[in-house]
């Protein structure tokens, strides 16, 4: 027995191989991963050798950023060449570069990106013995199975139409826009109510990230003037009690009730703009691509994981699913815009959590 059960190689671009990393050891399964554990003044070369000797198995994270580094081809060709078992996880649905292939393409694989905790439990379960691989590496050209949205886009254009239905008795929503520190009184957060209504004294939750935080709203102004209340469509500042201007930022959301509402993967039915839209730029999106989604004051990069088609074009509608760089708040029947440097593409009505 190694003094490792497992190497994980990947790239330092993506986060997720790092998560995994951090619940596999809560399960008491012991990870070899670099940097954290290459000792200080180790030449690089020789720390990785040595942990690829030390571990049992060799654990090749696969996305659009490893299959570009060529530390990961490495790796795996290190590997490869002291006869390790190899496992790919696929975190992005992407295809092989030919050298990858060379190494990988008749192994057993896992995949992560539409199943993160089914698949951790796969993982953990095939180092208990309790589970074996099947199947060979996928297609990312196929869709998946996803279907096409669930509605027609007349309907998005309808919601687009009535996003101010809600009114001052639905639960409060506010994103934040802007954050002061008022010297003696504390920290005050500006932005617009997108629903429902807020009178001082009221308890709110701050939505961030996967941590959330209670606070009393102590005060309200708008207008320089201090009120009782606001309500939807209001821009008021609001004074929060015990919180500082580092636990706020803009893009993070007040709500009123239930903030475990940050998702990490959505699923979106998505109209890309023709030509006659303002977008002039030809438009050819596949699974792997990666853009922008804006909703409420924030934008986050993110990766198309499955499409209900091979590409998007100018001028398509279909469901696309994403996985999103980071958690954020957000809601079904959200709209999003699509972006890519900074170019807004199209935009997309969020229906699957």
């Known amino acids: 027995m190694s003094e490792f059960n497992v190497f994980i190689s990947y790239s330092s671009a993506d986060i997720l191989p790092t998560e995994i990393c951090h619940k596999l050891e809560m399960r008491g399964i012991k990870c070899w991963i670099a940097p954290r554990n290459i000792t200080p003044g180790t030449p690089y070369a020789r720390a990785i050798m040595q942990g690829l000797i030390n571990s049992d198995t060799f654990l090749i994270f696969i996305s659009s950023n490893s299959l570009k580094s060529e530390d990961v081809l490495n790796e795996v060709d290190n590997a490869h060449g002291l006869k390790k078992n190899i496992v790919p996880v696929f975190i992005e649905n992407v295809a092989l570069t030919?050298?990858?292939?060379?190494?990988?393409?008749r192994k057993q694989w896992i995949t992560a990106y539409d199943n993160l905790e089914g698949s951790i439990n796969t993982i953990i379960n095939l180092f208990e013995g309790k589970a074996t691989l099947t199947g060979s590496i996928?297609?990312?050209?196929?869709?998946n199975n996803l279907q096409s949205p669930p509605f027609p886009v007349e309907y998005i254009f309808d919601r687009l139409k009535n996003r101010e239905e809600k009114n001052k008795n639905d639960e409060f929503i506010f994103p934040i826009e802007d954050v002061f520190t008022i010297t003696?009184?504390?920290?005050?957060?500006?932005?617009?109510?997108?629903?429902?209504?807020?009178?001082?004294?009221?308890?709110?939750?701050?939505?961030?990230n996967k941590n959330v935080k209670k606070t009393i709203v102590s005060g309200i102004e708008m207008l320089r003037k201090l009120c009782d209340s606001a309500e939807i469509g209001d821009n008021p500042g609001l004074l929060l009690k015990g919180i500082t201007k580092n636990d706020v930022k803009r893009g993070m959301v007040l709500v009123s009730e239930n903030p475990h509402r940050l998702h990490d993967?959505?699923?979106?039915?998505?109209?890309i703009f023709t030509k006659d839209e303002g977008n002039p730029t030809r438009i050819n999106l596949k699974t792997g691509d990666r853009l922008k989604i804006y909703n409420r004051c924030t934008d986050v990069e993110?990766?198309?994981?499955?499409?209900?088609?091979t590409s998007a074009n100018n001028g398509d509608y279909l469901a696309i699913k994403l996985r999103l760089d980071n958690s954020i708040f957000i809601?079904?029947?959200?709209?999003?815009?699509?972006?890519?440097?900074?170019?807004?593409?199209?935009?997309g009505l969020v229906y699957g959590l």
């Open 98 to 105: 030919p050298e990858f292939s060379y190494y990988l393409k």
């Open 184 to 208: 003696g009184r504390g920290t005050v957060v500006t932005g617009t109510i997108e629903s429902g209504s807020i009178y001082v004294g009221d308890e709110v939750w701050i939505a961030k």
């Open 302 to 309: 993110a990766t198309i994981i499955r499409m209900s088609q």
């Open 265 to 271: 993967s959505i699923t979106i039915a998505a109209y």
């Open 138 to 143: 996928p297609d990312c050209n196929r869709n």
């Open 331 to 347: 809601i079904e029947e959200d709209i999003v815009a699509l972006r890519i440097k900074n170019q807004t593409l199209g935009f």
